[in-house]
């Protein structure tokens, strides 16, 4: 019990600044008619700005550790719950390669563009994640596999973030412009938008159906978290700049379990073994979870180490956001998307 109450007060103070993010996003969408800086941004900024005037004690660091890493690893572990293979499989052949092919050539594209503009490895990877995946979930599930420094991880989250919101607000113009219906519409906003709210806040003025087929296609992008984990678990965290596992790597090390969780639950959901009546708990503690660990990473950093990544960061983050625009375009200009 001394290991548990020693992670008890960091823990504490973690969910509390994520509640307090919580209750920020609230009152934005209450105010504004919508959240447009996500819970997930406002626990990492509060978080940060109470670092910048009060360095944790002791008392606090272990539990601030805990929920940085476990408990983050415990979420992402659960996401794999909510993914459906039937949803994922009624896109059909073309269209399931098409978006692994621009989520692929998306992470390969803005790592490049990210050490071209001489970001360090690890840097330069999470925003090619965040950019690629699903945005702050992305970041937040490679960084442990290669061990980014907590500062590399809130600087990507802070500018992805930013650049989510204008994505949002983009889709829709892009889509009137080209001249597409609501399929075309929704398949834009799912492959570019970031997170799974934000693709139906993005599709949602061409209708119902740009929101079903946005949401789907967004499913499928959050579904390569999984395999790109594996992949960087293997090619280990030394290749981005992380330190190597001492002596020869463990199972561990090439495979985290938390990813090993995911897939297992992705598989277990598809074939109908968890009900559906489990999902909304699930997905208000994946939330939860994710909201205490993002207040940590926000208690663990300096918030002057993220304001020094800037310009070169926020380039990274721009360039391969067009990056993507334009892999997206070309895939739903190429090839029939489903009908109904």
């Known amino acids: 019990m001394t290991g548990v109450a020693r992670v008890v007060p960091g823990v504490l103070l973690s969910a509390a600044v994520g509640a307090a993010a919580f209750g920020v996003q609230a009152l934005e969408a209450r105010m504004m008619g919508r959240a447009w800086v996500e819970a997930l941004v406002l626990a990492i900024l509060i978080g940060a700005g109470l670092r910048l005037v009060w360095t944790p004690s002791e008392t606090w660091t272990p539990g601030v550790r805990f929920s940085g890493r476990t408990l983050l690893e415990i979420a992402i572990a659960l996401l794999g719950a909510t ?201 208000v503690l994946v939330t939860a979870l994710t909201l205490t660990a993002m207040a940590a990473l926000g208690l663990s950093v300096d918030p002057r180490a993220v304001v020094r990544a800037g310009p070169r960061t926020a380039a990274t983050a721009a360039l391969s956001a067009f990056l993507i625009g334009a892999l997206a375009l070309a895939a739903i200009l190429i090839l029939p998307l489903p009908q109904g």
């Open 83 to 283: 993914i459906s293979g039937a949803a994922v499989m009624a896109l059909g052949p073309w269209l399931l390669l098409a978006i692994v092919a621009v989520v692929a050539l998306a992470l390969v594209g803005a790592y490049a563009i990210g050490r071209a503009l001489g970001l360090p490895p690890a840097m330069a990877l999470l925003v090619a994640c965040g950019n690629a995946i699903c945005g702050n979930s992305a970041i937040a599930a490679v960084a442990p596999v290669i061990r980014a420094e907590g500062e590399d991880v809130a600087a990507a989250i802070g500018f992805t973030a930013v650049l989510g919101i204008a994505v949002v607000l983009i889709v829709p113009v892009v889509g009137a412009l080209m001249g597409f219906d609501a399929l075309e519409t929704g398949a834009l906003a799912g492959l570019t938008v970031y997170a799974v709210p934000q693709v139906l806040a993005a599709a949602a003025p061409a209708g119902a159906a740009a929101i079903q087929l946005g949401a789907i296609v967004k499913l499928v992008r959050v579904l390569t978290l999984g395999p790109v984990c594996l992949i960087l678990a293997l090619l280990g965290p030394e290749r981005f700049g992380g330190p190597a596992p001492a002596g020869r790597p463990s199972v561990h090390h090439l495979l985290p379990w938390f990813i090993v969780a995911f897939l297992v639950l992705t598989a277990l959901r598809s074939m109908g073994l968890i009900p559906d009546v489990v999902l909304p708990p699930v997905e």
